[in-house]
């Protein structure tokens, strides 16, 4: 997991993870937004428990990020099968 601090009281989050791993977890009094992806599975990731599917894509292995919002407490895992990214930005 990659974090970096901004001068504006954010910090940029960057996981990547698999078989369902934990990627990220929001902490107290923080919030998420940004982009959950993965590259090779029919699923996104799993947000809190529950696993994100993506829709069929007219071309394989092509699916658009799904944007997310999560706030303090949530999780996030990486698919049981394929590789799972998430990219965003941590804010107070």
Request: charged share 10%; with cysteine; hydrophobic share 30%.
């Amino acid at each position: 997991m990659g974090f970096s601090s901004s001068n504006q009281g954010s910090t940029s989050v960057t996981c990547v993870g698999s078989g369902n791993q934990l990627m990220y977890t929001v902490p107290a009094q923080k919030s998420f937004e940004g982009y959950l992806w993965n590259t090779s599975s029919n699923a996104y990731g799993v947000i809190n428990g529950q696993c994100m599917y993506m829709p069929y894509a007219s071309s394989y292995y092509v699916h658009d990020k799904l944007h997310v919002c999560l706030t303090a407490g949530d999780t996030v895992r990486a698919d049981p099968s394929g590789t799972t990214m998430l990219q965003g930005v941590e804010r107070a």
